[in-house]
Nanobody, 119 residues
Framework: QLQLVESGGGLVQPGGSLRLSCAAS????????LGWFRQAPGKEREGVAC????????NYADSVKGRFTISRDNAKNTVYLQMNSLKPEDTAVYYC????????????WGQGTQVTVSS
C-alpha cells in the first residue's frame, strides 16, 4: 500500500516562500498522478495542484496559479510543491494525495503539514 509523508511546512511571512515535499513508500509513484490539497480552519478541503504520472501535465487552482509549482522526481519517489509569494489566505494544512489520474478519486492521503502565513 502506498504511504505518503509530507514535510516542509512552517511559519512564513507574507510574500515569502516554502517548498513542501511528499515522500512515498510502499509502492513506486510512477503510475500515479499526484496532487496537493489544502484545508483551512472551518473550510472544506480543496485541490491546489496536480501532476500527471509522467510529469508532462499539471493543473492548478486559480487561487495559486503563477505562484505555486508542482513537480515530481520519480527516481526519489517524491513530489514537491514550491510556493512563492505566499499570502495569509494560503494558511492551511497541506496534504499530498495519490490518484490514478488528476480528475480521479484520491487513493491515498498523507497526514498533512501545517503552513502558516503571518507577519
Amino acid at each position: 500500500q502506498l504511504q505518503l509523508v509530507e514535510s516542509g511546512g512552517g511559519l512564513v511571512q507574507p510574500g515569502g516562500s516554502l517548498r513542501l515535499s511528499c515522500a512515498a513508500s510502499g509502492l513506486a509513484l510512477d503510475y500515479y498522478a499526484l496532487g496537493w490539497f489544502r484545508q483551512a480552519p472551518g473550510k472544506e478541503r480543496e485541490g491546489v495542484a496536480c501532476i500527471s504520472s509522467s510529469g508532462g501535465s499539471t493543473n492548478y487552482a486559480d487561487s495559486v496559479k503563477g505562484r505555486f509549482t508542482i513537480s515530481r522526481d520519480n527516481a526519489k519517489n517524491t513530489v514537491y510543491l514550491q510556493m512563492n509569494s505566499l499570502k495569509p489566505e494560503d494558511t492551511a494544512v497541506y496534504y499530498c494525495a495519490s490518484r490514478y489520474y488528476c480528475s480521479g478519486p484520491v487513493s491515498s492521503w498523507g497526514q498533512g503539514t501545517q503552513v502558516t502565513v503571518s507577519s
